[in-house]
């Protein structure tokens, strides 16, 4: 088991690799450098590359050291960085489980669990993210995915129990496959405004919306095959 009292930086051109079945605590509402985006959490900030590792053998726990959601800030991938996920992690009690800032790179995210989080589960600026694959994201009240000034394509995602399932300030971001489950507030949330020229679409594909939700959001975009039980957009 590892605690992190303070924000831990990699810097670029260095590899934090964490093992498999790795136990990391991190202290809740406090930060030793008194720095990052959040000077009273601490966060995991990558310029580097962060890497999960995939060797077989149970999936890596980064959590707070309290079970109180949002007592630590949460991963930041900057401009530069990357999040080598492997096959997966479990992230809990952050305020956002992890942002993507403007990755230069293609990034992939896969089989993270993120749970438990204040504000969101992903929030993505980047055009070049993929979530995929048994990515589990559970927040309450919160985002399950926040796309912010990005067009990510996300695709066999499950997202229970947030109070906006996804929601996106921007058009454009394709959406197949992915599973949204209630109760919420919103299954699909587009931003006021974000949808301005006809030329923008959101693209649902094969995605299931199910469960209760108690508010309806219109957009301008397409919906194939798709299964909307319950609850509105």
């Known amino acids: ?85 492997g096959i997966g992690a479990v992230i809990e009690n952050a305020v956002t489980g992890v942002t993507l800032d403007r990755a230069a790179r293609p990034e992939t995210l896969t089989d993270l669990t993120i749970r438990d989080c204040s504000s969101a589960g992903v929030v993505t600026r980047s055009d070049s993210v993929a979530l995929v694959g048994d990515t589990v994201l559970r927040v309450w009240p919160g985002r399950g995915i926040e796309i912010d000034s990005a067009s990510p394509a996300i695709t066999g995602c499950v997202i229970d129990s947030c109070q906006y399932g996804i929601y996106t300030r921007l058009s454009s971001s394709r959406l197949t496959g992915n599973r949204i489950d209630g109760p919420g507030v919103y299954g699909v949330y587009v931003a006021s405004g974000a949808l301005s020229e006809v030329s923008d679409t959101l693209r649902l594909v094969h995605d299931t919306v199910s469960g209760y939700f108690s508010q309806a959001q219109m957009f301008v975009g397409t919906v194939s095959l798709c299964r909307i039980d319950s609850c509105g957009f």
């Open 1 to 85: 088991s590892i605690r992190i009292v303070g924000d831990l930086t990699v810097d670029s051109g260095v590899t934090l690799t964490i093992l498999r079945g790795a136990e990391i605590q991190v202290a809740g509402f406090q930060d030793s450098e008194a720095g990052g985006i959040d000077s009273s959490r601490a966060e995991i900030i990558v310029h580097g590359i962060l890497k999960l590792d995939d060797a077989a053998g149970e999936r890596p726990m980064i959590q707070g050291d309290s079970s109180v959601a949002g007592s630590w800030y949460g991963i930041r991938v900057m401009p530069g960085g990357r999040f080598e996920t």
